[in-house]
């Protein structure tokens, strides 16, 4: 059983910057790419990032291209996104997951576990 938990999120203004974290159960993690999506009212689940196994490859969708960071620590199971600039059409609910596989993917039928989701609002 793999469990995610995302933290970090809140409410900052525009322009400001917020680092999310998501931290893994499991002695596997080190094994897998991982990425995040995110989710605002109304709206689909998009992509945001990914990262391979060993953080040596990351992909971002347009959006955030240039604004956001995706890390990871394999020793600390944590995944991290560093996000800069935000704008108000960054507020959503940011979720973290694990890719089936170590090859990053920007398809979230290709990622089998998730977490609960964090909470960001970018207030104008």
């Known amino acids: 059983q793999v469990q995610l938990v995302e933290s970090g999120g809140g409410l900052v203004q525009a322009g400001g910057s917020l680092r999310l974290s998501c931290a893994a159960s499991?002695?596997?993690?080190?094994?897998?790419?991982m990425g995040w999506f995110r989710q605002a009212p109304g709206k689909d689940r998009e992509f945001v990032a990914s990262i391979t196994w060993s953080g040596g490859s990351t992909y971002y969708a347009d959006s955030v291209k240039g604004r956001f960071t995706i890390s990871r620590d394999n020793a600390k199971a944590t995944v991290y996104l560093q996000m800069n600039s935000l704008k108000p059409e960054d507020t959503a609910v940011y979720y973290c997951?694990?890719?089936?596989?170590?090859?990053?993917?920007?398809?979230?039928?290709?990622?089998?576990?998730w977490g609960q989701g964090t909470q960001v609002t970018v207030s104008s």
């Open positions: 499991g002695r596997t993690f080190s094994s897998y790419a």
């Open positions: 997951a694990r890719r089936r596989g170590s090859g990053a993917s920007s398809w979230s039928s290709d990622y089998d576990y």
